[in-house]
C-alpha cells in the first residue's frame, strides 16, 4: 500500500512501498524520484515560477519548459502547472524533512 505524502487537484506524490524512491504523479506524467531529486526539483519549480509569473502575457499558454530525466525531453506547463507542480514538491518535502528531524531527535 502506498503512503501518499502531498496531493491536489494535479497530482500527487507518494512513497514506494519498499520505501526506495517517490513516485510523482503529475497530469499524464509518472516519474520515480529519489529524495534528492524531489529537493532539487522544488528549488526548480520555484525559480521557473518566479521567472515567468510577471512576463507571462497569458499565464494559460504552455511555455514554460523543464528538462526531464533523459536527453532531449523536456515537460512543458503552464503558469499554474507550474504552481501546482511546486505545491506538490514542496507538500512532499516539507514532510520527509520533519520525518527525518523526528527520527533523529528518536534516536537519541
Known sequence: MRQYLHHN???CISRCPSGCCL???FGNVALCL???EVVDWREVTA???QKHAAVLPNPET???TLPGPVACQAFVF???EVFMLHDLLMGA???LEAE?????STAE
Open 78 to 80: 503552464n503558469l499554474e
Open 100 to 104: 527525518a528531524i523526528l527520527a533523529g
Open 9 to 11: 487537484e494535479f497530482g
Open 34 to 36: 529519489k529524495v534528492a
Open 23 to 25: 513516485h510523482l504523479y
Open 93 to 95: 518535502s516539507l514532510l
Open 47 to 49: 525559480q521557473l515560477y
Open 62 to 64: 504552455r511555455c514554460i
